[in-house]
């Protein structure tokens, strides 16, 4: 009996880690051409085809994953990379999307930054092994693509959420290693310790997080504990792990409530930064079992999020109120994660969020304004493509 298409990614994987990257070549292409639409092994294989310093072919590769699994941020990014020299326009474009799902990386934003840069690196963005051994679930042979650093933190919340806090603490760790001048990460990591019963620790990361989004300004470094983050993460995970041995925390709906509602009171008031405390405090204080304040304040959390400038961490909010209680959302939702969306430049996920939000009873001059804001995005998602078909010519 063959081996399953499971079978093959497991050894074409294992081989690329220890760089046979011909032979994993072979055996990645030997599950495109049995499924064809399989948006991972596509992927794989561009990255194994740009260790071999074959860029054209990385670059369909990569092309033909981003058609099966789009806005995939390591695709993106790769995509980026590869054609900074060759199509300097495109990759821009590619540098401002794959930023989403990799907001500190310095060459995305040089990338990014296009007509100005003019050094051009012929190295894959991606490390050296070209997909994470834990985006395969290999007992029941089921591919997944590679989990984009906003889907991370969606399920890091999620577990939260549920009361998992060790294993939300730990995906957290990984995020914060990558990233670790990332503000989003560091409070997403406060959330979930404080989530776990460590409010001391938690507020030395927001403290952390504050400083990293106000390091434009004259913040003084004395204010900041130095935190050294494989240290701390370490330990906090050991701490939270502990938690799987103790009675779960309760937690209190009445007091979670009174920080909701002053969380709307401040988002009313503009008080956009006291708001997004108020809202995560909230979510950290509602009993278990819970949802329909968690989504309410996630929604709040967004709304808060978005107004402070702060898009890709409220697309995160929105998301993770969508997970815990897809048929709840409303269209009022869908429109916020939209114009979230948009204001990233990524405008077909936008005129996705404002076509749903049309279903989902909008008032009359809401509808106008969806509608406006959608004829906008379909324009401007014309003009990038018009714009990248020209240089590919």
Request: proline share 4%; glycine share 6%.
């Amino acid at each position: 009996m063959g081996d399953s298409i499971g079978d093959m990614l497991q050894k074409a994987t294992e081989l690329a880690i220890s760089e046979n990257h011909e032979l994993a070549l072979d055996k990645f292409e030997q599950v495109v051409s049995i499924d064809p639409e399989n948006a991972n092994a596509w992927y794989c294989r561009g990255v194994s085809l740009s260790r071999l310093n074959k860029i054209s072919e990385a670059i369909a590769s990569f092309e033909k994953s981003d058609k099966f699994f789009p806005n995939h941020g390591p695709t993106l990014a790769n995509l980026a990379t590869l054609l900074e020299k060759e199509d300097p326009e495109r990759a821009s474009d590619l540098a401002r999307a794959a930023l989403i799902s990799f907001p500190d990386n310095e060459k995305l934003k040089q990338i990014s930054s296009y007509p100005e840069s003019n050094e051009f690196p012929n190295k894959v963005f991606v490390s050296a092994k070209p997909i994470l051994e834990e985006e395969f679930d290999y007992k029941d042979s089921h591919i997944e693509i590679g989990i984009t650093q906003n889907e991370k933190m969606s399920n890091a919340q999620d577990l939260t959420s549920t009361g998992e806090h060790s294993r939300a603490v730990s995906i957290w760790k990984g995020l914060l290693e990558d990233t670790p001048n990332s503000p989003e990460v560091w409070r997403g990591l406060g959330d979930a310790l404080i989530s776990a019963g460590y409010p001391d620790r938690a507020e030395q990361c927001r403290i952390k997080a504050d400083s990293l989004s106000v390091s434009k300004n004259d913040y003084s470094e004395a204010e900041v504990e130095d935190i050294d983050a494989t240290e701390a993460l370490l330990q906090a995970v050991e701490d939270s792990q502990s938690l799987q041995q103790e009675e779960p925390v309760i937690g209190d709906l009445e007091e979670a409530a009174g920080w909701y509602n002053m969380g709307i009171n401040l988002l009313t008031e503009g008080k956009n930064d006291e708001a997004i405390s108020s809202f995560e405090k909230a979510i950290g204080g509602c009993p278990r079992d819970e949802t329909s304040l968690k989504v309410k304040a996630q929604n709040g959390r967004g709304n808060a999020l978005y107004n402070s400038g702060r898009y890709s961490e409220s697309i995160v909010a929105y998301h993770t109120a969508i997970s815990m209680d897809p048929e709840s959302v409303s269209g009022r939702t869908l429109f916020n994660m939209g114009s979230s969306y948009a204001a990233v430049e990524m405008f077909d996920d936008a005129v996705k969020c404002f076509s749903q939000a049309l279903e989902r009873g909008l008032e009359k001059d809401e509808v106008e304004v969806c509608e406006k804001h959608i004829s906008r995005c379909r324009m401007l998602s014309r003009e990038q493509a018009k714009r990248q078909s020209r240089l590919s010519r």
